[in-house]
């Protein structure tokens, strides 16, 4: 049997909440393209993500561990990948558009420049005379002007719900500016199951990682009280050890206990309001995506508890050190001699100035090239 794209937009009226985007009902794309027989618009939408440079670099973007401290800790693609599943989940027993979810999960850390947060705070402070720095944006940059596949028109031509998705992700590390996208609406159940998702992840994975690593330990954590549920929830005493197989189910069990709160209280949230549509929730004063206060106090709780012992270690902060000098030196490099450019991107200088041509180039490098540039610039035994 055979699904059409019409049999899909028939099988989403069927199975979505009245308030989930409906693929048929899309604001379309800013270049009108014939869509696809057999897939939808947001599952194109999806695919062509996937298939751009920028998502493939995500392979060697750090998460928190640099990619050369070992292959088992995640990268920015393994975060999105991971962000991904989880927003699926979620939306699946919300009712949500699970095409929807999943692109802008894919699509939501495009822009991050290399070294993770550290990168991006070094590139925000040398661009502060130029407009500064965000990977938001840049993820919206990159979707729109930067990834350049099509004859017609520069970028993805996704459609706008995608797009709003982007420009609206926001968490506790990113803030949205969304001017040209409806400002005064909330984001759509689906964008704001991506936030949820992404902080999900990101605390769930980089607990584990910072075990993995021997960085932060069992008997640092007794005392935390999500870190206590989930031990006593697979019947775990503070005195047996901490085996792979032990943190693998922790881990396991905390993502199924978090989903699981967030789904009950996004549940409740949408009952209390009373919406119907997809503008209702839009106009709420607040978001429907959300832990019940008993969790968000328990993350916050976690959170914290990562920021001081994982975050802020030594190994780490060295790590800092070292990736917002290799960013300074590359940008003070680039824009004092613009000729060690490619010759790519010192055509791009007279359209968009020289800083942002910089800034952008430094944006779109992986780990491993950065720290290549800085060798070929800075090592006279390097080969440039």
């Known amino acids: 049997m055979i699904f059409t794209r019409q049999?899909?937009?028939?099988?989403?009226?069927?199975?979505?909440?009245?308030?989930?985007?409906?693929?048929?009902?899309?604001?379309?794309?800013?270049?009108?393209?014939?869509?696809?027989?057999?897939?939808?618009?947001?599952q194109r939408d999806r695919d062509r993500i996937l298939h751009t440079t920028a998502f493939r670099r995500l392979e060697y973007k750090t998460q928190v561990f640099i990619n050369y401290e070992g292959d088992y800790y995640r990268t920015r693609l393994t975060h999105t990948l991971e962000v991904a599943q989880i927003g699926r989940s979620v939306a699946r027993a919300l009712g949500a558009n699970e095409d929807l979810v999943e692109t802008i999960c894919l699509a939501h850390d495009l822009g991050h420049p290399p070294f993770g947060h550290s990168g991006e705070r070094e590139l925000s402070r040398l661009m502060i005379d130029h407009g500064g720095f965000d990977h938001n944006r840049h993820s919206f940059r990159i979707v729109t002007?930067?990834?350049?596949?099509?004859?017609?028109?520069?970028?993805?031509?996704?459609t706008w719900e995608v797009l709003e998705g982007i420009v609206k992700h926001e968490t506790e590390y990113d803030i949205s500016d969304s001017k040209?996208?409806?400002?005064?609406?909330?984001?759509?159940?689906?964008?704001?199951?991506?936030?949820?998702?992404d902080?999900?992840?990101?605390?769930?994975?980089?607990?584990?990682?910072?075990?993995?690593?021997?960085?932060?330990?069992?008997?640092?954590?007794?005392?935390?009280?999500?870190?206590?549920?989930?031990?006593?929830?697979?019947?775990?005493?503070?005195?047996?050890?901490?085996?792979?197989?032990?943190?693998?189910?922790?881990?396991?069990?905390?993502?199924?206990?978090?989903?699981?709160?967030?789904?009950?209280?996004?549940?409740?949230?949408?009952?209390?309001?009373?919406?119907?549509?997809?503008?209702?929730?839009?106009?709420?004063?607040?978001?429907?995506?959300?832990?019940?206060?008993?969790?968000?106090?328990?993350?916050?709780?976690?959170?914290?508890?990562?920021?001081?012992?994982?975050?802020?270690?030594?190994?780490?902060?060295?790590?800092?050190?070292?990736?917002?000098?290799?960013?300074?030196?590359?940008?003070?490099?680039?824009?004092?001699?613009?000729?060690?450019?490619?010759?790519?991107?010192?055509?791009?200088?007279?359209?968009i100035g020289l800083e942002h041509t910089v800034c952008y180039y430094i944006a779109g490098m992986t780990d491993r090239f950065a720290i290549d540039e800085h060798q070929k610039l800075f090592d006279p035994t390097v080969l440039p």
């Open 7 to 42: 049999q899909l937009e028939e099988l989403e009226d069927q199975n979505l909440a009245p308030y989930a985007i409906r693929s048929k009902n899309s604001k379309g794309r800013l270049h009108p393209e014939d869509e696809p027989d057999y897939r939808t618009i947001f």
């Open 180 to 197: 040209d996208f409806d400002p005064e609406l909330r984001g759509h159940l689906e964008a704001q199951i991506t936030n949820a998702a």
């Open 199 to 351: 902080e999900l992840a990101y605390t769930a994975h980089d607990l584990d990682d910072g075990l993995h690593s021997g960085l932060i330990t069992p008997e640092q954590l007794a005392g935390i009280s999500l870190w206590e549920v989930i031990n006593e929830s697979i019947g775990r005493r503070r005195s047996d050890p901490l085996d792979d197989l032990a943190r693998h189910r922790l881990i396991r069990r905390l993502i199924g206990i978090e989903v699981t709160d967030l789904v009950q209280s996004v549940d409740r949230m949408i009952r209390r309001s009373g919406i119907r549509t997809v503008e209702d929730l839009q106009k709420l004063p607040y978001n429907v995506v959300g832990f019940s206060e008993d969790m968000h106090r328990r993350n916050r709780e976690l959170k914290d508890f990562l920021y001081k012992h994982l975050y802020n270690h030594y190994r780490v902060v060295r790590m800092t050190v070292k990736a917002e000098k290799i960013i300074s030196d590359l940008f003070t490099a680039y824009t004092s001699e613009p000729t060690t450019l490619p010759a790519e991107y010192q055509q791009s200088i007279e359209e």
């Open 145 to 158: 002007k930067i990834e350049n596949r099509y004859p017609d028109f520069d970028g993805l031509n996704l």
